[in-house]
């Protein structure tokens, strides 16, 4: 990881202004200090800065400190920096767009107020001049009556892939502003009611939203977006991989006024590279992490399986390591979550199920339930892979490979956060090998398999010559070799449910 007390950085530019991209070199800022002062010398407003302090964020990470001063870099002759950032997973990339966004929001709300005043002030000096009774200044509308309600016109806009990631990007916009007067965040996604999105919708000056329920609403007039300044497409990769290319297209169209585009993931492909040369002007490119980059904080391990119920055994002796905080099963398809979950659940572990399939409703108190502390394990499919950033979980296990590679790195991601350390447990029978590799060969990250005593595989070792290392028992933990449990599920009884 970059050390923020380093000198400056260079930074590539990628100049998409025609077909062949051309790439420069500049410098980039200075990076802050890292004595609590960081964000007070990035300029941001007093009121960011005061629920920064409440929320223990003393320093800038290493995206935030090489994204915030480029995305507030301002001119009135010319539009703001179009940025293209890619980070790794956890590294607080959502402050690194929230935090330049709100602050100049903030600035132009202010500058209106005070020319608002300004003006009221000349008006009552030329009634008083001419000899009349001073006007009395109109009242404030209440923005609740239905009768001042108008179709929400935010200023900024920002696209998430799923329902889960815009939540919890509205439920930190929500945490920044605790100090801000007037600045209304707005969250709209699917699966929820229509009404109530709409009037969360008044008055909203920052928009988090998913692209289908966005565009739904805008072509029923409820929102408009032609005076949306700054737009912001979180995991990029994940929207396209969910097919909203063309609705990210229209979204370009309908807000082709704004003053800055920004795209942030913690992977970039060319086919991203691509999309920001269609929507985005010559965006300043910043590669902090790149995948290939280990994650320091996150010890990643691999046991071989020899079949679906041999990894039952195998995932039933790691969830009984005492050591385990909070922890996410990742499944391959919604069937096996709610499999594995149901399974999970009669053996008396606290666990639920998350997948696509699910009502909103359902998925946002299962989530809920995993943040209050009331369920210890989330099996869920890669819905859940983006948006969850729960500290307490110290566990992730690969029951199921992803499909794509990246989504491997995002799986691993919800652990080891907040500087903690972290650890994710891969399961693969041997039909999985060409999966591992490719996972392998995207990280640049060997994953090296190990044995727990009594569960070793019986069949042959995917790799030849290379004897895998044994790995002892977790801490706390016991071996359970022993038969299936009941069912044939893989799980032996554990008693009364934590939580």
Same mark, same amino acid.
């Given at each position: 990881?970059?050390?923020?007390?380093?000198?400056?950085?260079?930074?590539?530019?990628?100049?998409?202004?025609?077909?062949?991209?051309?790439?420069?070199? $500049?410098?980039?800022?200075?990076?802050?200090?890292?004595?609590?002062?960081?964000?007070?010398?990035?300029?941001?407003?007093?009121?960011?800065?005061?629920?920064?302090?409440?929320?223990?964020?003393?320093?800038?990470?290493?995206?935030? $400190?090489?994204?915030?001063?480029?995305?507030?870099?301002?001119?009135?002759?010319?539009?703001?920096?179009?940025?293209?950032?890619?980070?790794?997973?956890?590294?607080?990339?959502?402050?690194?767009?929230?935090?330049?966004?709100?602050?100049?929001?903030?600035?132009?709300?202010?500058?209106?107020?005070?020319?608002?005043?300004?003006?009221?002030?000349?008006?009552?000096?030329?009634?008083?001049?001419?000899?009349?009774?001073?006007?009395?200044?109109?009242?404030?509308?209440?923005?609740?009556?239905?009768?001042? $309600?108008?179709?929400?016109?935010?200023?900024?806009?920002?696209?998430?892939?799923?329902?889960?990631?815009?939540?919890?990007?509205?439920?930190?916009?929500?945490?920044?502003? /605790?100090?801000?007067?007037?600045?209304?965040?707005?969250?709209?996604?699917?699966?929820?009611?229509?009404?109530?999105?709409?009037?969360?919708?008044?008055?909203?000056?920052?928009?988090?939203?998913?692209?289908?329920?966005?565009?739904?609403?805008?072509?029923?007039?409820?929102?408009?977006?032609?005076?949306?300044?700054?737009?912001?497409?979180?995991?990029?990769?994940?929207?396209?991989?969910?097919?909203?290319?063309?609705?990210?297209?229209?979204?370009?169209?309908?807000?082709?006024?704004? /003053?800055?585009?920004?795209?942030?993931?913690?992977?970039?492909?060319?086919?991203?590279?691509?999309?920001?040369?269609?929507?985005?002007?010559?965006?300043?490119?910043?590669?902090?992490?790149?995948?290939?980059?280990?994650?320091?904080?996150?010890?990643?391990?691999?046991?071989?399986?020899?079949?679906?119920?041999?990894?039952?055994?195998?995932?039933?002796?790691?969830?009984?390591?005492?050591?385990?905080?909070?922890?996410?099963?990742?499944?391959?398809?919604?069937?096996?979550?709610?499999?594995?979950?149901?399974?999970?659940?009669?053996?008396?572990?606290?666990?639920?199920?998350?997948?696509?399939?699910?009502?909103?409703?359902?998925?946002?108190? /299962?989530?809920?339930?995993?943040?209050?502390?009331?369920?210890?394990?989330?099996?869920?499919?890669?819905?859940?892979?983006?948006?969850?950033?729960?500290?307490?979980?110290?566990?992730?296990?690969?029951?199921?490979?992803?499909?794509?590679?990246?989504?491997?790195?995002?799986?691993?991601?919800?652990?080891?956060?907040?500087?903690?350390?972290?650890?994710?447990?891969?399961?693969?029978?041997?039909?999985?090998?060409?999966?591992?590799?490719?996972?392998?060969?995207?990280?640049?990250?060997?994953?090296?398999?190990?044995?727990?005593?009594?569960?070793?595989?019986?069949?042959?070792?995917?790799?030849?010559?290379?004897?895998?290392?044994?790995?002892?028992?977790?801490?706390?933990? /016991?071996?359970?070799?022993?038969?299936?449990?009941?069912?044939?599920?893989?799980?032996?009884?554990?008693?009364?449910?934590?939580?």
């Amino acid at each position: 990881m970059t050390d923020l007390n380093s000198h400056a950085l260079a930074e590539v530019v990628l100049d998409t202004s025609d077909d062949n991209s051309i790439a420069t070199t $500049v410098a980039s800022p200075k990076p802050t200090a890292v004595d609590g002062s960081g964000f007070v010398e990035m300029g941001l407003a007093p009121e960011l800065l005061a629920a920064l302090r409440d929320l223990s964020f003393t320093q800038p990470t290493p995206v935030q $400190v090489r994204a915030i001063p480029l995305a507030l870099q301002d001119n009135a002759d010319k539009p703001a920096n179009d940025l293209l950032v890619s980070s790794q997973t956890g590294s607080g990339k959502t402050a690194a767009f929230l935090l330049p966004v709100m602050h100049t929001l903030l600035q132009q709300q202010k500058q209106a107020e005070k020319a608002e005043n300004k003006a009221w002030a000349e008006k009552v000096a030329q009634a008083v001049e001419r000899g009349e009774e001073a006007p009395k200044k109109p009242r404030r509308k209440n923005p609740t009556d239905t009768r001042h $309600v108008k179709p929400a016109n935010p200023g900024a806009l920002i696209l998430c892939p799923t329902r889960e990631l815009a939540q919890q990007v509205a439920k930190d916009a929500i945490d920044l502003v /605790r100090h801000c007067k007037g600045l209304r965040i707005a969250c709209v996604v699917g699966g929820m009611p229509y009404p109530l999105q709409i009037a969360r919708l008044h008055n909203a000056d920052l928009v988090v939203a998913t692209p289908g329920r966005l565009l739904d609403l805008q072509r029923s007039k409820q929102l408009h977006l032609d005076k949306v300044q700054f737009l912001v497409v979180d995991e990029a990769d994940r929207m396209l991989d969910l097919g909203f290319a063309e609705d990210l297209a229209e979204v370009h169209k309908l807000t082709e006024k704004r /003053r800055q585009t920004m795209m942030f993931s913690a992977t970039f492909a060319p086919r991203i590279q691509q999309l920001a040369a269609r929507i985005m002007r010559t965006p300043q490119r910043l590669q902090v992490d790149s995948p290939q980059e280990a994650h320091v904080n996150i010890k990643q391990v691999l046991f071989w399986a020899d079949n679906q119920q041999h990894k039952r055994k195998l995932l039933d002796h790691w969830l009984r390591d005492t050591t385990i905080d909070q922890a996410i099963v990742f499944a391959s398809t919604q069937i096996e979550c709610d499999a594995l979950a149901e399974d999970l659940q009669q053996v008396g572990f606290s666990a639920v199920a998350l997948h696509g399939a699910l009502s909103q409703g359902l998925r946002n108190r /299962r989530l809920q339930a995993l943040r209050d502390g009331r369920v210890q394990i989330l099996v869920a499919t890669d819905v859940a892979a983006r948006g969850i950033d729960v500290p307490s979980i110290s566990h992730v296990f690969n029951f199921g490979l992803p499909m794509k590679q990246e989504d491997y790195v995002h799986r691993i991601g919800r652990t080891g956060r907040a500087g903690r350390d972290g650890l994710a447990v891969t399961f693969a029978e041997w039909r999985d090998r060409r999966k591992i590799l490719d996972i392998e060969h995207f990280t640049q990250q060997p994953l090296r398999a190990d044995m727990i005593p009594g569960l070793e595989p019986t069949q042959r070792a995917p790799r030849a010559g290379a004897e895998p290392k044994r790995f002892g028992k977790p801490s706390g933990g /016991r071996s359970y070799a022993g038969a299936a449990a009941k069912r044939g599920s893989g799980f032996k009884p554990r008693g009364p449910a934590r939580g």
